[in-house]
């Protein structure tokens, strides 16, 4: 005998993960090949996304230029000059320090091995120098087989000199406009989704929030980090402490892995300078300020705008890495704590708004209060033998004035 209802050939669980499996392939699918567009599109991708990042770490100066009184296109020309004339003062003082500085730290450099090279010899590993020379000459070897690897580089490096300027007229153009016109410019773009247009606003106002705290308490902190070291290497009497300290600055935009490539390089230029021993003091002093800048700047600046998981960093910087190198790595994290804040918003429905108050009504004067207007009934509740009073008062059929249990009293 059969069953009154067929039997199911797929589990409810096994058809929602089925639903479930389709809709994270189709997600991956788009996102591939938008990744593979953007990839196209590096040459415009890159400055715009950088553009971004600028505009939401001027902004605060342009909008305090116009709420002094100053029309927008001046305000925005005048946070523009002041950028690059601090961009441009830093770049100079970095030359020119690194100028003056680099023929001492050769020299430094060069004393600093021979005290290696004798330690190698007198010291308890008793090397010959016989070794030492093939050491050194297997290295040579290295580099010179290098050589033309490293001469292509340089070409292909100088050809794409037009493409790096090119990109740099391009931020600057964007970072300009966006200054000027933002808020125009997101008005615009609302006005193509439709009954959609509220949740993309509250969902890109967040986003830019948190983009702009991310990117002014990044810069902060960056700031505390390369003053401290520069500091530092200044104080020790290290060769080129300031293109040092501005390499600092800029490796902390990409964390974790940015401080760890500038780290190793200004502890490598204090071995070869001052020493073993100033070398080892100096990364104890990295040390303890990274950790401090972890735990205290960090989550004190930082923490507001982005709350992930140091792991969740590790992975969001290995992923923009792989798509798009060391630019990748730099905008990874910031492109995903937008996401993460803004992706909420749009799915969430928009609050809904309070009813309005009571019209209050007041009295004639020397006569009754106005009585409220009745409620409609719905018809189902509306009782069947009711019906609006007549003229002389009478009531109604099927309704009684003394109200005998039967009837209602209409008057």
Same mark, same amino acid.
């Given at each position: 005998?059969?069953?009154?209802?067929?039997?199911?050939?797929?589990?409810?669980?096994? %058809?929602?993960?089925? /639903?479930?499996?389709?809709?994270?392939?189709?997600?991956?699918?788009?996102?591939?090949?938008?990744?593979?567009?953007?990839?196209?599109?590096?040459?415009?991708?890159?400055?715009?996304?950088?553009? @971004?990042?600028?505009?939401?770490?001027?902004?605060?100066?342009?909008?305090?230029?116009?709420?002094?009184?100053?029309?927008?296109?001046?305000?925005?020309?005048?946070?523009?000059?002041?950028?690059?004339?601090?961009?441009?003062?830093?770049?100079?003082?970095?030359? %020119?320090?690194?100028?003056?500085?680099?023929?001492?730290?050769?020299?430094?450099?060069?004393?600093?091995?021979?005290?290696?090279?004798?330690?190698?010899?007198?010291?308890?590993?008793?090397?010959? =120098?016989?070794?030492?020379?093939?050491?050194?000459?297997?290295?040579?070897?290295?580099?010179?087989?290098?050589?033309?690897?490293?001469?292509?580089?340089?070409?292909?490096?100088?050809?794409?000199?037009?493409?790096? @300027?090119?990109?740099?007229?391009?931020?600057?153009?964007?970072?300009?406009?966006?200054?000027?016109?933002?808020?125009?410019?997101?008005?615009?773009?609302?006005?193509?989704?439709?009954?959609?247009?509220?949740?993309?606003?509250?969902?890109?106002?967040?986003?830019?929030?948190?983009?702009?705290?991310?990117?002014?308490?990044?810069?902060?902190?960056?700031?505390?980090?390369?003053?401290?070291?520069?500091?530092?290497?200044?104080?020790?009497?290290?060769? @080129?402490?300031?293109?040092?300290?501005?390499?600092?600055?800029?490796?902390?935009?990409?964390?974790?892995?940015?401080?760890?490539?500038?780290?190793?390089?200004?502890?490598?230029?204090?071995?070869?300078?001052?020493?073993?021993? @100033? /070398?080892?003091?100096?990364?104890?002093?990295?040390?303890?300020?990274?950790?401090?800048?972890?735990?205290?700047? =960090?989550?004190?600046?930082?923490?507001?705008?982005?709350?992930?998981?140091?792991?969740?960093?590790?992975?969001?910087?290995?992923?923009?890495?792989?798509?798009?190198?060391?630019?990748?790595?730099?905008?990874?994290?910031?492109? /995903?704590?937008?996401?993460?804040?803004?992706?909420?918003?749009?799915?969430?429905?928009?609050?809904?708004?309070?009813?309005?108050?009571?019209?209050?009504?007041?009295?004639?004067?020397?006569?009754?209060?106005?009585?409220?207007?009745?409620?409609?009934?719905? /018809?189902?509740?509306?009782?069947?033998?009711?019906?609006?009073?007549?003229?002389?008062?009478?009531?109604?059929?099927?309704?009684?004035?003394?109200?005998?249990?039967?009837?209602?009293?209409?008057?």
């Amino acid at each position: 005998m059969l069953p009154d209802r067929p039997t199911k050939l797929v589990p409810p669980v096994l %058809a929602r993960m089925a /639903a479930w499996c389709v809709c994270l392939i189709l997600v991956g699918v788009v996102v591939y090949f938008f990744a593979l567009v953007i990839a196209r599109l590096t040459f415009v991708a890159l400055p715009v996304a950088i553009a @971004l990042l600028l505009t939401a770490l001027l902004f605060p100066l342009t909008n305090r230029l116009r709420k002094a009184g100053i029309r927008p296109i001046y305000a925005t020309w005048i946070t523009i000059l002041v950028a690059l004339t601090v961009l441009v003062g830093t770049g100079w003082l970095v030359g %020119a320090r690194a100028g003056e500085e680099f023929p001492n730290l050769v020299k430094q450099v060069q004393s600093t091995a021979r005290d290696v090279q004798e330690w190698l010899i007198t010291g308890p590993l008793h090397l010959e =120098q016989t070794q030492i020379t093939a050491y050194v000459d297997e290295i040579a070897n290295i580099i010179n087989t290098q050589r033309q690897a490293i001469t292509g580089t340089v070409l292909s490096a100088g050809a794409a000199a037009l493409e790096v @300027l090119a990109s740099i007229v391009l931020l600057l153009f964007v970072t300009f406009f966006l200054l000027k016109d933002g808020e125009r410019i997101w008005a615009w773009f609302l006005r193509g989704f439709g009954g959609m247009a509220p949740r993309v606003d509250r969902a890109g106002r967040v986003a830019w929030t948190t983009l702009s705290h991310y990117v002014q308490g990044t810069v902060a902190v960056a700031a505390v980090h390369g003053l401290v070291m520069g500091i530092v290497l200044a104080g020790m009497g290290v060769p @080129l402490w300031a293109p040092l300290a501005v390499l600092i600055f800029f490796a902390s935009f990409i964390p974790i892995v940015g401080i760890f490539f500038a780290g190793t390089v200004a502890t490598l230029v204090t071995l070869g300078a001052k020493g073993l021993v @100033l /070398a080892l003091v100096f990364l104890g002093i990295l040390i303890v300020e990274q950790q401090l800048e972890n735990h205290v700047l =960090q989550p004190l600046i930082v923490g507001r705008a982005l709350n992930f998981h140091p792991l969740a960093i590790i992975l969001v910087l290995s992923i923009g890495g792989i798509l798009a190198g060391i630019a990748g790595a730099a905008v990874a994290v910031p492109v /995903a704590a937008v996401l993460y804040r803004a992706l909420p918003e749009l799915r969430h429905e928009p609050p809904a708004l309070p009813p309005p108050p009571e019209e209050h009504v007041e009295p004639p004067p020397g006569g009754e209060p106005p009585r409220p207007a009745p409620r409609p009934v719905p /018809a189902e509740d509306t009782p069947p033998a009711a019906g609006p009073p007549s003229a002389g008062g009478t009531p109604p059929a099927g309704g009684t004035r003394s109200g005998d249990g039967q009837g209602r009293d209409t008057e």
